[in-house]
């Protein structure tokens, strides 16, 4: 799996979560084994990717130190009012879970979505 994968399961599980441990981070990657292939995450490989994705997507995932050690995303806003960050980050959290549940493939309809080779013209 590519790195923007990585960052992107790590963006849309923090997202749907809300507040999030470490611990339990950890588990569901490790759950995820098309992405862990059955690893626990370590906490530097998930602070270096909070920092990449800072510097990637502008988006800050914090921690809460009071009352647990509990992650999220401190600027929300940000994913939620930029639409195209948004699309592609929805995107790509889409094709993550296709990809943990290939077995369904077969069973999605998706719509057709306008492509760059079929709609822009090269100047």
């Given at each position: 799996?590519?790195?923007l ?12 979560a809300?507040?999030i441990?470490?611990?339990?981070l ?8 098309d ?9 530097a ?5 909070r ?5 990637q ?5 914090s ?6 050690y ?9 994913i ?7 699309w592609m980050l929805?995107s ?12 369904l ?16 013209t090269?100047?």
């Amino acid at each position: 799996m590519t790195q923007l994968q990585k960052y992107t399961w790590l963006i849309d599980t923090i997202r749907r979560a809300g507040k999030i441990s470490y611990r339990d981070l950890s588990d569901r990657w490790e759950r995820c084994k098309d992405l862990s292939d059955g690893k626990p995450l370590h906490r530097a490989t998930f602070n270096r990717w909070r920092d990449a994705i800072c510097s990637q997507f502008g988006i800050l995932i914090s921690c809460r130190r009071v009352g647990g050690y509990l992650y999220y995303i401190e600027n929300p806003e940000d994913i939620d009012e930029d639409e195209l960050k948004k699309w592609m980050l929805d995107s790509f959290a889409v094709g993550n879970l296709i990809g943990e549940n290939l077995a369904l493939k077969d069973r999605i309809l998706v719509d057709p979505i306008p492509s760059g080779r079929d709609h822009l013209t090269p100047y």
